[in-house]
């Protein structure tokens, strides 16, 4: 039952997570990435609680939906927020305040012990959650965005579907029984041997594959992989390998705040994934990764 949940989950949400990265406009991608920031958040704060820790809830929400609504609101102006090298400054900038703005905001506590640790949290959840996200977004926008964003769901879709077919089936060598009783090093191992396949194929057929999307309408020139001398193969599967080592660990450090908190999952929005964390926690390793490459790209 539980993987029937699963798999009826995945089919109704996979086509709406590549209709809204091909074709949606980025301010609707940013907003609803605010959803989905917005209910990781609220899971993370909960989960701090069984830490002993009292969240800043209201004040760590109306932050996140801030950074999501400037991103939704100012492409169309001169200077954009979602330009590669503002973002680079404003991201910067957001994780050096944040601190500050959290622990301002805990001066006004009764019990001044709570403070730090709950600014801590709120520190923690715009640095764990809402930057990658906020990534994400940004990156949807630069050249060949949408291409790149297809690149990297599915790269760590294939190695999750895979690490967790395989392991179930083949595995013997626990990875992690601490952290994650279920990882096996079968299942690592097949995870990125999947990823790497995914990536040569995406590359081998990037150029077939793009004039489809584009002629179907679910994306823009710019957004296909259109040009006339490709990169060479070895950077974009040395790209994938490390796509999937960060999605691994992604996966393994949720699993980490879960069971310091003796849950199994970290909600129950998403019948047979669990909560929403559950189901970005890959993502939220793996695209600042993605990121950086592609920025690169761009501000060289």
């Known amino acids: 039952m539980h993987l029937l949940k699963r798999v009826l989950t995945a089919v109704v949400l996979i086509p709406i997570v590549l209709l809204l990265v091909l074709r949606a406009p980025v301010p609707v991608v940013s907003l609803v990435a605010a959803l989905v920031a917005l209910l990781a958040v609220q899971e993370l704060l909960k989960l701090s609680e069984v830490y002993g820790i009292r969240p800043f809830r209201w004040p760590t929400y109306v932050l996140v939906g801030l950074m999501f609504l400037l991103l939704a609101v100012n492409p169309a102006s001169k ?8 973002l680079v400054g404003i991201s910067a900038f957001a994780a050096a305040i944040v601190a500050f703005v959290f622990l301002t905001i805990g001066m006004l506590r009764a019990d001044l012990s709570t403070a730090f640790p709950s600014a801590m949290v709120s520190v923690f959840a715009f640095s764990y959650v809402v930057l990658p996200l906020v990534f994400l ?4 926008q630069q050249w060949r965005g949408a291409f790149w964003l297809l690149f990297l769901l599915l790269i760590v879709w294939a190695g999750d579907i895979f690490a967790y077919g395989v392991g179930k089936s083949l595995g013997r060598h626990l990875m992690s029984p601490r952290i994650s009783p279920k990882k096996t090093w079968e299942g690592a191992a097949a995870s990125l041997l999947a990823s790497v396949a995914v990536a040569w194929l995406l590359y081998a057929y990037s150029m077939p594959l ?8 679910l994306i823009q020139p710019k957004d296909g992989f259109f040009d006339l001398q490709k990169p060479q193969l070895w950077p974009i599967l040395l790209l994938s390998v490390v796509l999937n080592i960060a999605a691994q660990l992604g996966d393994l450090v949720e699993s980490l705040i879960k069971r310091g908190a003796k849950v199994k999952d970290s909600g129950t929005i998403l019948p047979g994934h669990g909560g929403m964390l559950d189901r970005i926690d890959a993502l939220l390793f ?15």
């Open 137 to 140: 977004v940004q990156l949807r």
């Open 79 to 86: 200077t954009p927020l979602l330009s590669t090298a503002n």
């Open 210 to 217: 793009s004039s489809f999307l584009l002629s179907v309408h």
């Open 286 to 300: 793996a695209a600042p990764v993605l990121w950086y490459y592609a920025a690169w790209q761009v501000l060289q």
